[in-house]
Structure formats: structure tokens, C-alpha cells
């Protein structure tokens, strides 16, 4: 009876072309990276597992780049480290961004400085893709169609993004959404 491979004959196999060596090792590795991924970003499971995913991806792409097949754990460790910044800073680029853009926005009169910071920072808070559709929509004046065509969105979900986007600003001013 065989017992269980050690991660440097997984890696071995997976070299060789094994695609279930390599799934063994994500497997076997998977709870430790995701683990680190969310106590390092602290934003929730669903970004952890996003960028852990993009790190399996890149570690599967550059496994012949691995030095010593068996401190595999740690290389996947230091992938997933380096995404997580890759990760952070598209964010900052992401809200920097945005908050020159919303210093571009002309604002109707009477609008105070505090209430231009509370919209950047609410702006800020949005998803991705609900910016996106309020930004065009709402900022640039374009049509839902035209949103959703340039962002690949449904045309529906560009509708609703825009409208939960507008009435999160709203609040943010301190305003009510009655329109």
C-alpha cells in the first residue's frame, strides 16, 4: 500500500503534466493560503478566495519556477501575498481614480466641501462595477444602453446598479431618494 505523496512528488507529477497533482496540492494547500488571504486583507471571504484563486492560477503557470518542490505551502504563500498587493494597490489606483473624477463632477450649487468628501467616500464604497454605471450613467450622462454595451453588463443590471448607486450617494448627502 502506497501512502500519501509529499508535496514535492506532487509537484514532480504536476510538472510532468499531472493536472491532478497539481489539484492535489491546491487542495492539500487551499485552507492555509485562503486563511492568510483573509486576515492579510481583512475585507471578507469573497475577495481572500478571489485573489487565492488568481494566485493557484499563477502558481499552476510559473510552477517551473519553483525552487524547492517542498516548501511548496510557503511559495503559494508568497504568490498569494504578492496578488493581495497587486490587489490593494488597483484599489487605491481605483479610488484615486474616482475621487478626481468626482472633483471633475460639477456639483449643483450650495454643495459644501463636506458633503463633496461624503460623496467621494461613498463613491469609494461602491462595488466596482456599480461605480462603473454610475459614473457613466449618472456623471457622464450616457444611456443604460450604452453603459451596458461598454461594460459587457445586462442591460437590467446596469438599470439597477445605477439606481441602488444613486441612492447610496443620496443617503451619503443626506438626502432621500424620492425621484
Known sequence: MQGQLTDAELVSRALA??????????????????????????????????????????????????????????????IAWRKAQDRIRGSRRGATRDAGWLETVDLPAGVSPEERMAL?????????????CV???LADGWSHGEASEALGLPLGTVK???ARGRARLLKALGGSDDA
Do not use: I, N, Y
Open 17 to 78: 503534466g499531472s493536472d491532478a497533482a497539481f489539484s492535489r496540492l491546491v487542495e492539500r494547500h487551499q485552507a492555509a493560503v485562503r486563511a492568510f488571504l483573509r486576515r492579510f486583507l481583512g475585507s471578507g471571504w469573497a475577495e481572500a478566495d478571489d485573489v487565492a484563486q488568481d494566485a493557484f492560477v499563477a502558481a499552476w503557470r510559473s510552477l517551473r519556477s519553483l525552487k524547492d518542490p517542498a516548501g511548496v505551502r510557503a511559495w503559494l504563500c508568497g
Open 120 to 132: 467621494q467616500a461613498a463613491m469609494a464604497e461602491l462595488p466596482t462595477d456599480v461605480r462603473a
Open 135 to 137: 459614473a457613466l450613467c
Open 160 to 162: 439597477s446598479h445605477v
